[in-house]
């Protein structure tokens, strides 16, 4: 059984920083892939950011140049570093760990860009 802890959401004034961290633990394939989605209110869950087990990223077009997604050195901590925050950002950010047909999720962690 894995799971997946996130952390760092909060409120933040449009044009800020925050970055997001996801720990997984328990018994994982080493090659899988890493990813954060979100989900703001009245809309569907959407990718946001994806990263293989080899380090090959991936970015939704409404974020490319303002996310970097990354993972440490163990590969089971995937971070979201978020930069130049607009209140379209607003939302529920959840984590994936998913191989072949395996999904995992995080409970997710609210982020609100707001002044």
């Known amino acids: 059984q894995v799971q997946l802890v996130e952390s760092g959401g909060g409120l933040v004034q449009p044009g800020g920083s925050l970055r997001l961290s996801c720990a997984a633990s328990?018994?994982?394939?080493?090659?899988?892939?890493m990813a954060w989605y979100r989900q703001a209110p009245g809309k569907e869950r959407e990718l946001v950011a994806t990263?293989?087990?080899?380090?090959?990223?991936n970015y939704a077009d409404s974020v490319k140049g303002r996310f970097t997604i990354s993972r440490d050195n163990a590969k089971t901590t995937v971070f979201l570093h978020m930069n130049s925050l607009k209140p379209e950002d607003t939302a529920v950010y959840y984590c994936?760990?998913?191989?072949?047909?395996?999904?995992?999720w995080g409970q997710g962690t609210q982020v609100t860009v707001s002044s």
């Open positions: 328990g018994r994982m394939l080493s090659m899988n892939v």
């Open positions: 990263i293989t087990s080899g380090g090959g990223t």
């Open positions: 994936y760990l998913g191989w072949g047909s395996v999904t995992n």
